[in-house]
């Protein structure tokens, strides 16, 4: 099965050597990577978002096998649904589902359900991929696409993955895929997406769905972020770092309606 991309040509370049080209751009190199267990990365058009997620993307030491989680925008499919076999297509060429890793998590992970249909014209994780792909060509991935739940599934859908990572045997990046506050203004944008990730610098996952609750953060990927927390605690992590932070108004002047982009790295 071949999952063709979705978004090519719309959120980032659809042509190879014109996406190679913004990606070198937008990921820094770094000489020193960091091993780490988990990040939390934007998914917005490479224009507004590609330069916050290219700063973790080009800090970290990338595995041989990643796991995209992402929110479901349309509300197709299942709702934790699990890309069951295959390959993505992207302009930089195939990245393979890594079918041993996706078995594991169908084993231990709650609620999860084989299903392609979420990921057919899903952003949040596809945008993901050529950065993986740019930083290293012989990744294989997993893909999560995840509706709303609450705080009991998010704490057993993160200590499935965990299980299922400890019985992988190798390093799997656990990526979550998210945006902050959408269409504020950048002040106020930037208060609530403090609040935010204060809970994910915390590893306070629990924290993070009640305050985004209380104060109408509209974090797009929390659950997906707060299943990572969850993960990544599992498996030992005890730090986090806000690796780059910034809006959309950089881009387009307008500070009134803003998204909060932010990169986070867990370790």
Not at 82 to 99: C, H, K, N, Q, R
Not at 143 to 159: K, N, P, Q, T, W
Request: a negative charge; one cysteine or more; hydrophobic letters at 45%.
């Amino acid at each position: 099965m071949q999952r063709q991309a979705a978004v090519a040509g719309q959120f980032y370049p659809g042509m190879r050597e014109q996406l190679r080209t913004v990606l070198d751009g937008l990921v820094p190199r770094v000489a020193e990577k960091r091993r780490v267990l988990g990040i939390i990365a934007p998914h917005a058009g490479y224009i507004y978002s590609g330069a916050i997620a290219g700063t973790v993307y080009g800090q970290i030491a990338m595995p041989s096998s990643v796991l995209i989680m992402g929110p479901n925008h349309h509300g197709a499919g299942a709702a934790a649904a699990l890309y069951p076999e295959g390959e993505w297509l992207t302009p930089l060429g195939a990245i393979a589902i890594d079918s041993r890793l996706t078995a594991l998590l169908q084993r231990h992970v709650p609620f999860v359900e084989p299903d392609s249909s979420a990921h057919r014209f899903e952003h949040s994780l596809e945008v993901q991929v050529p950065f993986i792909q740019h930083v290293r060509s012989d990744a294989a991935m997993a893909a999560l696409c995840l509706g709303h739940g609450d705080f009991s599934a998010v704490r057993e859908i993160g200590r499935g993955i965990a299980a299922a990572v400890r019985e992988y045997g190798e390093d799997v990046l656990i990526v979550a895929s998210s945006d902050m506050t959408h269409y504020e203004t950048a002040d106020s944008a930037r208060r609530k997406d403090e609040l935010a990730l204060a809970r994910v610098l915390a590893f306070d996952p629990e924290g993070l769905l009640k305050v985004c609750h209380s104060e109408h953060i509209t974090m797009c990927g929390v659950i997906p972020a707060a299943v990572m927390l969850v993960a990544c605690r599992e498996l030992g992590a005890t730090r986090a770092e806000v690796a780059a932070y910034g809006n959309s108004g950089a881009i387009t002047g307008d500070t009134n309606q803003v998204v909060g982009y932010a990169a986070v790295s867990v370790w």
